[in-house]
């Protein structure tokens, strides 16, 4: 079965250092991966999405950036946080075809000092 | 473009009181519809999804969801909640202008009253 794992849980950064979130993915081959930000009490924004290696799309403009250096690995990084990027973060994927759903992972809580 | 409305922002139930949450879709075809729950501090759990055939969909938890194309909704329903169910819900819609994205909408959070 398929699996998907992120970390770190917990995250606690100041203000200007650099981040790097990981989010793998195990028992698929060439999934839909996805990052998204979801502030206190509110719905999920989607940042990044990428359908193979190396291919990334953008949502939205901001601090941060996505690669996928592996078929199945991901990664947020930003070279500098701002505090608006507090928030949680989930990591998921899903297979090319539209009709699946997406699973996620258990999440980042980050937190900018 | 496509999008998702949950009404109802909070919600708060009795315990072993019948549940229904609201979704409103816009979509121009047929539409691939979710239901995820979400329990504070955690990722995103599939409820149920639609895709096409009976309009009545089982999902795990006990819930249950029903697509009705003249009303563009995708109702989620529960006859009887538990203390468990307390958690954040939200409908979702794949995306047809890409093969890729799913469109969720705001969430409906769920409080239950002992």
């Known amino acids: 079965s398929q699996t998907i794992h992120q970390w770190p849980a917990t995250l606690v950064q100041p203000v200007g250092s650099p981040l790097s979130l990981e989010c793998t993915v195990e028992g698929t081959s060439n999934p839909n991966l996805y990052w998204y930000r979801q502030a206190a009490g509110r719905g999920l924004q989607l940042l990044f999405y990428s359908v193979g290696i190396g291919q990334i799309s953008s949502e939205v403009p901001q601090n941060l950036s996505a690669s996928r250096p592996q078929d199945r690995q991901f990664i947020l990084s930003s070279k500098k946080l701002l505090l608006s990027d507090s928030g949680f973060y989930l990591c998921?994927?899903?297979?090319?075809?539209?009709?699946?759903?997406?699973?996620f992972g258990d999440g980042t809580r980050l937190s900018i000092l | 473009a496509q999008s998702v409305t949950q009404p109802d922002i909070h919600i708060t139930v009795s315990e072993g009181a019948s549940l229904e949450l609201r979704c409103n879709y816009s979509y121009g075809a047929t539409p691939y519809l979710f239901w995820y729950v979400q329990s504070p501090g955690q990722g995103l759990q599939l409820l149920l999804k639609?895709?096409?055939?009976?309009?009545l969909v089982q999902g795990i938890k006990g819930f249950e969801a029903e697509f009705k194309r003249s009303q563009s909704s995708f109702n989620l329903r529960k006859p009887s909640v538990h203390w468990s169910d307390a958690a954040e819900y939200f409908c979702a819609v794949g995306a047809y202008s890409s093969a890729s994205k799913i469109i969720f909408g705001s969430g409906t959070r769920l409080s239950i009253r002992p």
């Open positions: 639609y895709f096409s055939g009976d309009t």
């Open positions: 998921a994927w899903r297979t090319g075809d539209r009709a699946q759903p997406q699973h």
